[in-house]
Each structure stands twice: as structure tokens, then as C-alpha cells.
T-cell receptor, first 118, second 113 residues
């Protein structure tokens, strides 16, 4: 089946630095990708919807300047956490729906990125 | 907008017990419905899906039926195993090109031997 590759799987960075997370669809084109943040006790929060060739759509309460999203091609979206702080430490997950499938369905997930800001 | 309401856990069962995790949704039109599973320390994996009313998704002994009349997609398994311990997410994907994948809050299942 379709695969979404997310990189890196783990990253530790110093407070104040920026971290870039990549999400690639390996065998299908993804005009849309979703970025989620998973908090303790498992709830998934949709942060933003990444749209190829246009600006990302951010959910309410998510800082656009803090979480920069770029979707430069049909197979790659990036999330950059700028000026990271310890409270940004979390598990970030990307997802891409393969709308070319029959019935216009199915979303595939990256393996997630564990970010730790020290 | 679209939304998913999922039974809150945690759920603790003994091996070979029957499992039900309830999921109901609110959506316009006919969305696709999914159950995802997350094992400890890992990302999400698709467990099963259904794309239209009355479809039954099944995988690894788990089943869920897309019920349009009750807007539900309950997850069931007749006999759980210790290896089924994980967090289960119900999700919905609208059919529009810009629709979001919407998740329930997740249900943590622990199966004891």
C-alpha cells in the first residue's frame, strides 16, 4: 500500500533553535497533507492542513509563525518548529490522504517525530 | 463541521474477552470511516476502513460496520489478545478535496493475560 515517510523519527534540540520535520508520500501524489500533534494521554490535535502550491490552513490557536509549513511539491511537506521551547516537546505526526484511490479514500500516516527541546 | 465522538477509556480486559469501542460521527454527505491503531512508541496504522453505508471493514479479527442510520462505526473483536493492547482511534475523512481527517480522542486498551 501507499507509504508516507516522516523524518526524523527522533530529534533533540536546544531551546531557541529551529527544527524541520519532513513528510514524504513515497508512491502517490499528495496535494494535501495534515500535521498533527499528539499530547500525553494520546489525544491527536490537528495543527494545520498543508496544501501543495498554496498557503497552509492553520487550526485555531496554532501559531503560524511558530510552526512553519511548506508544501513545495506533490510529495513533500515540511513542518519547521521555529525558536523551539521545552513546551514544544511532543510527538508530531503527518498524514496524507490518497485521493486517487477508489472511492476517494484513505489517509496514510508517517511514523511520527518525537521532538524533545532541552 | 465534521466530528467524531469516541468512547473514552481506558478499557481493561482479560484475554479472550469481547471488545466493543463505540464511535459515532457527525458529517455531511457520505464520509469514509476508519479505525487506526497506535502501538506503544509507534505511529498510527490503519486497522480497517469502510467507505459507504453498510460496508463492513475487517482486519486481524476486528470488525466495524458503517451505519448511516445511527451514524456509528463501532469497533468489535470477539476475543482479544494481549498483543491487541494499544490505543485505538476512530476517524473520518470527508470526500471534498480539502476535507480534513478528523479523529476521535482515542481509546487505550489494555489486555491482561
Amino acid at each position: 500500500g501507499a507509504v508516507v515517510s516522516q523524518h526524523p523519527s527522533r530529534v533533540i534540540c536546544k531551546s531557541g533553535t529551529s527544527v524541520k520535520i519532513e513528510c514524504r508520500s513515497l508512491d502517490f501524489q499528495a496535494t494535501t497533507m495534515f500535521w498533527y500533534r499528539q499530547f500525553p494521554k494520546q489525544s491527536l490535535m490537528l495543527m494545520a492542513t498543508s496544501n501543495e502550491g498554496s498557503k497552509a490552513t492553520y487550526e485555531q490557536g496554532v501559531e503560524k509563525d511558530k510552526f512553519l509549513i511548506n508544501h513545495a511539491s506533490l510529495t513533500l511537506s515540511t513542518l519547521t518548529v521555529t525558536s523551539a521551547h521545552p513546551e514544544d516537546s511532543s510527538f508530531y505526526i503527518c498524514s496524507a490522504p490518497d485521493r486517487g484511490l477508489p472511492m476517494n479514500t484513505e489517509a496514510f500516516f508517517g511514523q511520527g517525530t518525537r521532538l524533545t527541546v532541552v | 463541521g465534521n466530528s467524531v465522538t469516541q468512547m473514552e477509556g481506558p478499557v481493561t480486559l482479560s484475554e479472550e474477552a469481547f471488545l466493543t469501542i463505540n464511535c459515532t460521527y457527525t458529517a455531511t454527505g457520505y464520509p469514509s470511516l476508519f479505525w487506526y491503531v497506535q502501538y506503544p512508541g509507534e505511529g498510527l496504522q490503519l486497522l480497517l476502513k469502510a467507505t459507504k453505508a453498510d460496508d463492513k471493514g475487517s482486519n486481524k479479527g476486528f470488525e466495524a460496520t458503517y451505519r448511516k442510520e445511527t451514524t456509528s462505526f463501532h469497533l468489535e473483536k470477539g476475543s482479544v489478545q494481549v498483543s491487541d493492547s494499544a490505543v485505538y482511534f476512530c476517524a473520518l475523512l470527508g470526500l471534498g478535496g480539502s476535507e480534513k481527517l478528523v479523529f476521535g480522542k482515542g481509546t487505550k486498551l489494555t489486555v491482561n493475560p
